[in-house]
Structure formats: structure tokens, C-alpha cells
């Protein structure tokens, strides 16, 4: 079955050129001018396409309240603005990827795929991964730390799954960056420290150890492998 894509952009000549370039790539669309449009059709469709200023308010408000009601459909953030707080603001709010403008829609089409497909490989294939403390189970996106809950945004989930793949093991920031947003996504490692950092502010806030994500100076990060009590 065609997968179906919300395209929330009140520009029309760019809304119907996204629109255009997806169906004749094989998905099937629908166009959505305001956010208010776009709540009302999210429920029917597999990926979001989101302008971030529109008539009636703001793409990062529509992701925080689509986050808030538990609607996890991934969400790609049309950019106009060069800004990396900006696009960093939109993965924190738990947008999956973004695109800036101006952009060619094949460049949106290819982000959708690989997004899709991201999402396929984790629900496809339902590994738990873990370290003594923390434990990530990928099929149900579920993260805990000593067994409690924490709340994570998508990358920040995607990032603490691939170090717990092995624990002890560092990886670099350019191999998080490939494995989280994608191969060959420019994102700087700023963005991917800034993502770190809030993981561990929300481990520590669930009462874990902070200092379980190490930072290898001049290297990248990895996950400790000790026991909880080896202080
Ligand atoms: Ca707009």
C-alpha cells in the first residue's frame, strides 16, 4: 500500500511542488495550509512534512502538541531559516529531520525515504540493548534507566540505542551522525553535543548517573559498561 504524507505548508507553488515530487515517487499526499488543517489529518498518514511558520502558529507549537498527545508519525522540518538553534530547537522538540529552504523537492522525497526506512529497520528488527543501568528496547521505543522511565525525544533515543549496542565501545560524533540522522547529513557536532548533553540532564533527572555517557576527549562518546555501585 502507498504510504501516505502530510504536507503542511502554506506556500502553495511549494506545497504542490513537494506534493508533485512525492507522488511521482509513489506515495499518495495531502495538503494542509495551517496547523489547524494538519491536526485534523494526522491521523491518516505515515510521515508529516512540516513548514515552521504558518498562518495560524508555529510548526515547533504543532510538534509539541502532536508530541504531547503521543503522536509519534515522524516529522521533517521545512527550514527557511539559517539558524543552527533553529534546527536544533525542532529534533529537541522531536521533529526526526529537517530540510532548509530553498531546497529541491527531490531532496524532501529522499529525506522522506530515508526517515521511512529508519523506521522500518527499528520496528523490523526489535533488539533490546543495555548496559547494567540503562536499557533502550527498540520495538517499543521505550528507554529506562535503573528501570525507571525516561522521556526522550526521537535523536536522543537513536543515540543512546546505538551506544548501548556496545557498550565500552566509543563512537566517533561523525558515526553517531551517520547512524542517527543518516549518511552524509550535515550536521554538526555541536548539534550532536547538544543532544547529549540533554540526555544526560534527563538520565540524571530520573535519578541515574549523568556521567554514564562519557565524553572521550578529542574522540566521542560511549556508554560505560561498569556496574552501577563501581563509583
Ligand atoms: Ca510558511
Not at 551506544?163 to 547529513?185: C, H, K
Request: hydrophobic share 40%; aromatic share 4%.
Amino acid at each position: 500500500m502507498a504510504q501516505h504524507v502530510l504536507v503542511v505548508e502554506d506556500e502553495p507553488a511549494i506545497a504542490e511542488s513537494v506534493a508533485y515530487a512525492l507522488r511521482r515517487d509513489g506515495f499518495t499526499t495531502t495538503l494542509a495550509c495551517t496547523c489547524a488543517e494538519a491536526e485534523a489529518s494526522v491521523r491518516q498518514c505515515d510521515l508529516i512534512v512540516l513548514d515552521l511558520m504558518l498562518p495560524d502558529g508555529s510548526g515547533f507549537d504543532l510538534i509539541g502538541r502532536l508530541r504531547h498527545r503521543a503522536v509519534l508519525t515522524p516529522i521533517i522540518v521545512l527550514s527557511s531559516r539559517d539558524s543552527e538553534a533553529d534546527r536544533v530547537a525542532a529534533l529537541e522538540t522531536g521533529a526526526d529531520d529537517y530540510v532548509t529552504k530553498p531546497f529541491s523537492p527531490r531532496e524532501v522525497v529522499a529525506r522522506v525515504r530515508a526517515v521511512l526506512r529508519r523506521m522500518s529497520t527499528a520496528t523490523q528488527d526489535p533488539p533490546i540493548a543495555a548496559n547494567s543501568v540503562l536499557k533502550v528496547e527498540e520495538a517499543t521505543r521505550r528507554a529506562t534507566v535503573s528501570g525507571r522511565s525516561l522521556e526522550l525525544t526521537r535523536v536522543e533515543f537513536d543515540l543512546l540505542a546505538r551506544l548501548l549496542e556496545s557498550p565500552g565501545r566509543v563512537y566517533t560524533r561523525a558515526q553517531l551522525i551517520d547512524n542517527v540522522w543518516g549518511d552524509g547529513f550535515a550536521i554538526s557536532d555541536r548539534t550532536v553535543d547538544s543532544h547529549v548533553k540533554s540526555l544526560r540532564r534527563k538520565v540524571g533527572e530520573a535519578g541515574g548517573d549523568p556521567a554514564l555517557i562519557e565524553t572521550v576527549r578529542g574522540v566521542g562518546y560511549r556508554v560505560t559498561d561498569r556496574p552501577p555501585d563501581d563509583a
